[in-house]
């Protein structure tokens, strides 16, 4: 059974720094791109970021580029997403996911190339 796990939410004050840990058990995802999304109440779940299979190639949303980093560790089935100079509306249920396709281009993490969905983790930014 293929299990996403993400990690590392909590509360933290405006620009302070978070990280968020996904594990993937069930298979590997080596193969295949990897990313970050984001839903913050009364809106629709977003984009952040995402990782392609080799780790060569990154794509952030607009909102995050230059405070945000994604990366991963394919040995031990992780995603990380650094994220610095945290702001309000930054606050969301972060969700890791995988996609079916490598991650080399951003449109791999579209909806309907998403095959597999952590359960969440909530982050807070308030003073």
């Known amino acids: 059974q293929v299990q996403l796990v993400e990690f590392g939410g909590g509360l933290v004050q405006p620009g302070r720094s978070l990280s968020l840990s996904c594990r993937a058990s069930?298979?590997?995802?080596?193969?295949?791109?990897m990313g970050w999304f984001r839903q913050a109440p009364g809106k629709e779940r977003e984009f952040v970021a995402g990782i392609s299979w080799s780790g060569g190639r990154t794509h952030y949303a607009d909102s995050v580029k230059g405070r945000f980093s994604v990366s991963r560790d394919k040995n031990n089935n992780l995603v990380f997403l650094q994220m610095n100079n945290l702001r309000p509306e930054d606050t969301a249920v972060y969700y890791c996911a995988a996609s079916n396709m490598d991650g080399s281009r951003r449109s791999d993490f579209s909806d309907r190339n998403l095959e597999h969905w952590g359960q969440g983790t909530q982050v807070t930014v308030s003073s």
């Open positions: 069930g298979r590997t995802f080596d193969a295949y791109g």
